[in-house]
């Protein structure tokens, strides 16, 4: 079907920046949107930022001029790029895919919502 494999995860000083990449793959398949929710520890996870097929993006209030999403539909890649990180950024940051796919070149088409396995983002103070 399709799979997410999440990068870019790390330690950071507060203050600091990371960048987050996600690349999705499989067989025959398409994306029609892409982006990043996090975790953090005791927490529900949460929206952090999504871009659509026509480029529309949207981002949480906490992170609004301080991430910016981007997404390279060539590659299947969605990035994060994530300044000014603060210790309340640490969480596991989770890809997520809004995607289709066919079994066949002229099977049915079907879609699906796809996650990632996780990268671990901590900032330290």
């Known amino acids: 079907q399709v799979q997410l494999v999440e990068s870019g995860g790390g330690l950071v000083q507060a203050g600091g920046s990371l960048r987050l990449s996600c690349v999705a793959s499989?067989?025959?398949?398409?994306?029609?949107?892409m982006g990043w929710y996090r975790q953090a520890p005791g927490k529900q996870r949460e929206l952090v930022a999504f871009t659509s097929s026509g480029d529309d993006s949207n981002y949480a209030d906490s992170v609004k001029g301080r991430f910016t999403i981007s997404r390279d539909s060539a590659k299947n890649t969605v990035y994060l790029q994530m300044n000014s990180l603060t210790p309340e950024d640490t969480a596991i940051y989770y890809c997520?895919?809004?995607?289709?796919?066919?079994?066949?070149?002229?099977?049915?088409?079907?879609?699906?919502?796809?996650w990632g396995q996780g990268t671990l983002v901590t900032v330290s103070s």
């Open positions: 499989g067989t025959i398949f398409g994306i029609n949107g």
């Open positions: 997520n895919a809004a995607a289709w796919y066919r079994n066949s070149p002229m099977g049915l088409k079907r879609t699906l919502e796809v």
